[in-house]
């Protein structure tokens, strides 16, 4: 008894109770590093940058409509896509920033929109970094955080 009224009471917390959280669609914030800064005297560090994409839905396509690089600044670097692409169940897509591209700078990130017919398994959006020099390597990931609903306006 006390576990369905726990359950009522979270229904709204992801995966809890109900499964997971389902949406129609979001715009995601996803922070990246075209280089890092190493020792005392910050020295930038370059590093090659993959946005990863992936639909985590078995059943549901979805649609991404939005894939864009902005810098330290907040302007706009470069959009990677020319038109809507359409992401069948599972499928996953990259987008890579090079090693040498440092227009991004310390606090680049990368807006993703995407949108679905119906409620769908949100994506798994991350970035991964690597770089290496002199024979010092360093990777690391970073993901994405929603920062708006899809609106049905």
């Excluded at 979270?10 to 914030?29: D, R, T, V």
């Excluded at 119906?118 to 955080?145: C, K, L, W």
Aim: proline letters at 7%; glycine letters at 8%; aromatic letters at 8%.
């Amino acid at each position: 008894m006390r576990w369905i009224i726990l359950c009522l009471l979270l229904i709204p917390l992801p995966g809890f109770c109900g499964g997971p959280a389902l949406s129609s669609g979001q715009l995601l914030y996803v922070p990246v590093y075209s280089h890092i800064y190493t020792g005392d005297k910050e020295r930038p560090f370059n590093l090659a940058v993959t946005l990863s994409i992936r639909n985590t839905d078995p059943r549901g396509s979805l649609r991404l409509t939005a894939v864009d690089y902005y810098d330290t600044e907040g302007h706009l670097v470069r959009h990677y896509l020319e038109a809507p692409l359409e992401m069948k169940p599972l499928a996953s897509i990259r987008y890579v920033v090079a090693e040498k591209d440092v227009k991004g700078g310390s606090g680049a990130n990368f807006l993703v929109r995407w949108e679905a017919p119906d409620a769908i398994n949100a994506p798994v959006v991350e970035s991964v970094m690597i770089g290496a020099q002199s024979g010092q390597g360093i990777s690391f990931t970073s993901q994405a955080r929603e920062i708006q609903e899809h609106s049905h306006d």
